[in-house]
């Protein structure tokens, strides 16, 4: 039977972490929530994901949700770009949630983090979408494998 991660969990998790980071608009770094289709969001917020951010929000965050055997999306509207150690952890969650047939797609990624995930290869693990409407309709209509 898979653990299904609640709200308030999440939220708990989320609020740990945002007692001690805020963006440069002093709001929070990381946010989240549960669509109406029970798909996990997760929002990155204008900043760079050094190493602290990265271990948050790929090593906890995305763990969680990957344990539940839950899909994620990760809006990245206002995450101009992230570190090569955020790379690492993305490559590692996006493997991991294929090993349990569920995906990460991110949503509104801008010109360089598309760039990077093309060069890095990492188009071959995960989806890049426009919104977050195309990333829940590809994940319930089973079809966000990457191409092989």
């Known amino acids: 039977m898979n653990k299904i991660v609640s709200q308030k969990e999440l939220d708990a998790l989320l609020n740990e972490h945002l007692a001690s980071e805020s963006n440069e608009h002093g709001g929070p770094v990381v946010s989240g929530r549960f669509l109406d289709s029970g798909i996990f969001c997760l929002y990155i917020d204008g900043r760079a994901?050094?190493?602290?951010e990265s271990d948050f929000v790929f090593g906890k965050v995305c763990s969680m949700l990957a344990e539940a055997h839950q899909h994620a999306i990760i809006n990245l509207k206002k995450c101009p770009y992230f570190s090569s150690f955020a790379i690492g952890e993305i490559a590692r969650l996006a493997i991991e949630r294929q090993r349990y047939g569920h995906?990460?797609?991110?949503?509104e990624a801008g010109e360089i983090i598309r760039?990077?995930?093309?060069?890095?290869?990492?188009?071959q693990l995960l989806k890049v979408c426009n919104s977050i409407e195309d990333a829940e309709e590809l994940l319930l209509n089973g079809s966000a494998q990457p191409p092989a």
């Open 49 to 52: 994901l050094g190493l602290h």
């Open 115 to 123: 760039d990077v995930i093309a060069l890095t290869s990492l188009d």
């Open 103 to 107: 995906h990460l797609v991110f949503v």
